[in-house]
């Protein structure tokens, strides 16, 4: 079986310019997360989508991101305009109900220059 | 109340010893409390969970111990080997009986090295 598949593994662009990273999850998985990793720290919480409905986008910056998961399935997550600071991987996971396990994808590792 | 400390950042054990890796946390509506492994360039893995109606949790070579009264847990890696070398991260949530289920808090991770 496929695990959570992500693109693109690098990017690298200049700042103020956008960006945008694609996610399909696992199938048959209903609940999509998108994880912020910068260096040496631990993942932390994006958003989190139950199906097609972003339950909760909380810790999203929304003046810069933006992400969608049309259809519940695969979803995308946008930065626009990219600042120095949002260089970091970013990781999308899912799992088969909201309590389940999480199973990550290799992240998008983002370098704004 | 809603951060999970982890310690320590980094640690450096030799073939066959026991690392542990220790985490507390504030918010004793957590629930859920699992430990993910990453490899470089690789997303986190889940290694073993457990909720706190247990005190200990065994899968091969990992134990989690769990201190409810002290809101303190940690991973031992039994007869370690240099393949258990990787960033582990502690991590909680909150269950069925909160808006938050599913949201992971995660530690800020601890890099292990076992050296041949």
């Known amino acids: 079986e496929a695990g959570v598949v992500q693109s693109p593994r690098y990017k690298i662009i200049e700042k103020k310019q956008p960006v945008a990273f694609w996610c399909n999850p696992i199938?048959?998985?209903?609940?999509l997360y998108w994880y912020l990793q910068n260096l040496g720290q631990g993942p932390e919480l994006l958003i989190r989508?139950?199906?097609?409905?972003?339950?909760?986008d909380s810790q999203l910056p929304k003046d810069r991101f933006s992400a969608e998961r049309l259809k519940g399935v695969d979803s995308t997550l946008k930065i626009q305009p990219a600042e120095l600071g949002d260089s970091a991987v970013y990781l999308c996971a899912s799992s088969l109900e909201s309590t389940g396990e999480l199973f990550f994808g290799e992240g998008s590792r983002l370098t704004v220059l | 109340q809603q951060q999970v400390k982890q310690s320590p950042q980094s640690l450096i054990v030799q073939k066959g010893g026991i690392p542990i890796i220790n985490c507390a946390y504030e918010?004793?509506?957590?629930?859920?409390f699992p430990w993910y492994q990453q490899f470089p360039g690789k997303g986190p893995a889940l290694l073993i969970a457990i909720r706190p109606d247990v005190s200990e949790k065994k899968e091969g070579r990992f134990t989690i111990s769990f201190n409810k009264s002290a809101k303190q847990f940690s991973l031992h890696i039994m007869d370690s080997q240099p393949g258990d070398s990787a960033t582990y991260f502690c991590?909680?949530?909150?269950?069925?009986?909160?808006?938050?289920?599913?949201?992971?808090?995660f530690g800020q991770g601890t890099t292990l090295q076992v050296k041949p």
């Open positions: 199938s048959g998985h209903n609940t």
């Open positions: 989508y139950e199906n097609e409905e972003a339950v909760d």
């Open positions: 918010n004793t509506a957590f629930d859920y």
């Open positions: 991590a909680a949530s909150m269950g069925l009986a909160s808006s938050n289920t599913g949201k992971l808090i």
